[in-house]
């Protein structure tokens, strides 16, 4: 048996170099890479440093975290960066620092009027509620993106492994799907969190995009650390 194996290995061997001299280019079946475009946010420009108008760890995140993309993304995909930028942030040292680290920088406003929210007490608070008020609901623009797959990250995070895994998954659902982390220091025990704004990957949808800016405007909100109705 062990022979048998032997030659049969051997004369596979002998196959494949004899036509490998009769055609040393071979045409190989190609695929076009999947666009994956990676995005991030800036919704406002502050000095974190006493001798420095930009924040150092901004600029920082920003090239540090599209490096780790570059290095852990598989052949198979083609990354694009696009970073997010809140008009009120336009052309400050932070936006321009983005787009020196090779980040596509789209200025965009509020995707919503914060005023016509029916909710009081959301129409209310809204613009102070986490770090970046309702500018952080920039980051759906994300879903209007022309490309197959988009993933949300903050500019603090880095990627240790492909994800090539998860985004593979996205891209065989429909249009709107998301992927998301539960990061259970932000929401209530016992409750199972949304789409965390620091990690989501997801298919563009535009009637998705429209969907989640009529819950904001339209659908009714309890008070804090209560479900809508």
């Keep these: 048996l062990h022979n048998e194996l032997h030659n049969e290995l051997h004369n596979e061997l002998h196959n494949e170099l004899h036509n490998s001299a009769l055609n040393p280019n071979p045409i190989l079946p190609t695929t076009s890479p999947t666009t994956v475009t990676y995005t991030i946010t800036l919704t406002s420009c502050s000095s974190t440093s006493s001798h420095d108008s930009t924040p150092i760890g901004l600029i920082d995140g920003a090239y540090v975290l599209k490096k780790s993309i570059l290095m852990h993304s598989p052949p198979s995909h083609s990354p694009a960066f696009v970073a997010y930028v809140h008009e009120d942030a336009e052309g400050t040292e932070c936006h321009r620092s983005i787009e020196d680290a090779g980040w596509e920088c789209r200025v965009v406003p ?34 209007l993106l022309p490309s197959p797959v988009s993933v949300i990250l903050d500019v603090d995070s ?17 249009e709107g799907a998301g992927m998301y982390t539960e990061d259970w220091g932000m929401v209530q025990p016992g409750r199972k969190a949304g789409a965390q704004g620091g990690f989501l990957i997801l298919r563009p949808s535009l009637s998705t995009f429209t969907s989640l800016i009529n819950i904001v405007l339209n659908v009714p909100f309890n008070e804090p650390g209560k479900r809508p109705d």
């Design 110 to 143: 509020t995707p919503l009027d914060v005023s016509k929210i029916k909710t009081p007490n959301l129409r209310s608070h809204i613009s102070l509620n986490g770090c970046c008020g309702a500018h952080e609901l920039i980051k759906l623009y994300a879903y």
């Design 158 to 174: 880095l990627i240790l492994r492909p994800l090539d895994s998860a985004i593979s998954r996205i891209i065989n659902m429909g």
